[in-house]
């Protein structure tokens, strides 16, 4: 069993920066692991994806260019490094862990999620 927990959420200005984490309970330097988010309202959306050893990433097409997304399997933790912040980027963002070396976009192909952390971004 995996447990995530998501920090560095808060509220920022437009054109900022955050730094997202994930924090998991243990091994998962064999996992494919994701960033999702989900506004009011609106559906939980792919963000952003990472393989098992941090080779290959994965953006919806949102972020890509603002956003980064790694890995410390020695920490056992993933971040979200987010540049150039849109109001649109406002949402409750959460971790995602899959135990296969192949990595997907969809929300059914994790098993493992955090509680999520809040991410506003004021105009």
């Known amino acids: 069993q995996v447990q995530l927990v998501e920090s560095g959420g808060g509220l920022v200005q437009a054109g900022g920066s955050l730094r997202l984490a994930c924090a998991a309970s243990?091994?998962?330097?064999?996992?494919?692991m994701g960033w999702f988010r989900q506004a009011p309202g609106k559906e939980r959306e792919f963000v952003a994806a990472?393989?098992?050893?941090?080779?290959?990433?994965y953006y919806a097409d949102s972020v890509k260019g603002r956003f980064t997304i790694s890995r410390d399997n020695a920490k056992t933790s993933v971040y979200l490094q987010m540049n150039s912040l849109k109001p649109e980027d406002t949402a409750v963002y959460y971790c995602?862990?899959?135990?296969?070396?192949?990595?997907?976009?969809?929300?059914?192909?994790?098993?493992?999620w955090g509680q999520g952390t809040q991410v506003t971004v004021s105009s």
């Open positions: 995602a862990a899959r135990r296969s070396i192949v990595v997907v976009i969809t929300t059914r192909g994790y098993s493992y």
């Open positions: 990472i393989n098992w050893s941090g080779g290959s990433t």
């Open positions: 243990g091994p998962v330097f064999n996992y494919g």
